[in-house]
């Protein structure tokens, strides 16, 4: 069985897009491993999947590299609505895309994309994370709609060293840390072993930023499933309103990232709102 494919990448987070409309593809797993592959397949941090929706325009699937399936990607749904608009299978400036974290939804937003990623969520139970002691974990401030509790720079022993974590979700979890120089920070090292603590039942992304002003981040993150990768938009969303909560930064920044910039507004409705580029690569045919 030969399929079609589109290489895309935004910031150099780059995956495989799939149209699956019609077409039935077997062990979608497996298959993301092996496209995924950088030396035996395609080679992508994540595999994208198009298919029908009942209740939105489109449904999007996500496979990381390791075969494991997630709830949202920031960086894929720009590349995902980019590969909609520019094959004209939508007239609509915003799409309503079906994911496993609910309805998002992308806009266009002259050559970059604008993407509505919703409320960001701070109780432990929804992110999820499982701390067995609440007692340590402080109530949010004001700025947080509800005023819920939230997980802010929560003590987190990893090997030799203490980290202050602060937990976010944006449709799927992050663990934010702030570090004084992230271009040097052992990533590889301590990113693994902060994705597979127990404290996280579903694994977790690892943000680690450096707050260069209140309007600009440096950020390095390790996506659970597919290693450090050079950008990720829910990271990139997830830091932004974690450094507002604790005072490091306003309510829109610049995150610098290793394959470019995002801009991230956490807007007065509550939801946070990204810009960023999305690019296509290149078509090609597989056989599977």
């Avoid at 950088?38 to 209740?55: C, E, F, K, T, V």
């Avoid at 947080?144 to 720079?153: H, L, R």
């Avoid at 934010?176 to 052992?186: A, L, M, N, R």
Wanted: net charge negative.
């Amino acid at each position: 069985m030969k399929i079609n494919f589109i290489k895309m990448h935004g910031l150099g987070n780059d995956f495989i897009l799939i149209d699956c409309r019609d077409l039935d593809l077997p062990e979608l797993s497996e298959l993301s491993k092996r496209l995924c592959n950088r030396r035996l397949g395609i080679g992508a941090d994540q595999m994208l999947l198009l298919y029908s929706s009942a209740i939105a325009d489109f449904k999007m699937r996500i496979f990381n590299a390791d075969g494991g399936e997630v709830e949202m990607c920031g960086n894929g749904i720009r590349c995902f609505a980019k590969y909609i608009w520019d094959r004209g299978f939508s007239e609509k400036s915003i799409l309503d895309v079906e994911t496993a974290a609910g309805i998002i939804r992308p806009e266009k937003a002259g050559d970059m994309v604008r993407v509505d990623m919703g409320e960001p969520t701070l109780e432990p139970e929804r992110i999820p994370v499982k701390i067995s002691n609440k007692s340590l974990i402080p109530p949010s401030p004001p700025l947080v709609k509800g005023g819920k509790e939230g997980i802010i720079d929560y003590p987190l022993k990893i090997a030799d060293t203490i980290f202050n974590i602060t937990c976010v979700s944006v449709g799927n979890p992050h663990a934010i840390i702030v570090v004084e120089d992230v271009t040097t920070f052992p990533v590889t090292y301590y990113g693994p072993m902060i994705e597979n603590h127990q404290l996280f039942p579903k694994r977790v992304n690892v943000e680690f930023i450096e707050v260069l002003s209140p309007s600009e981040i440096k950020m390095r993150v390790w996506e659970r499933g597919s290693g450090e990768t050079m950008a990720c938009g829910t990271g990139a969303s997830a830091a932004a309103v974690a450094s507002n909560i604790k005072g490091l930064t306003g309510k829109t920044v610049i995150i610098h990232l290793l394959g470019g910039n995002l801009l991230i507004e956490w807007a007065k409705n509550n939801h946070v709102y990204m810009t960023g580029p999305a690019v296509e690569v290149f078509e090609g045919r597989i056989k599977i």
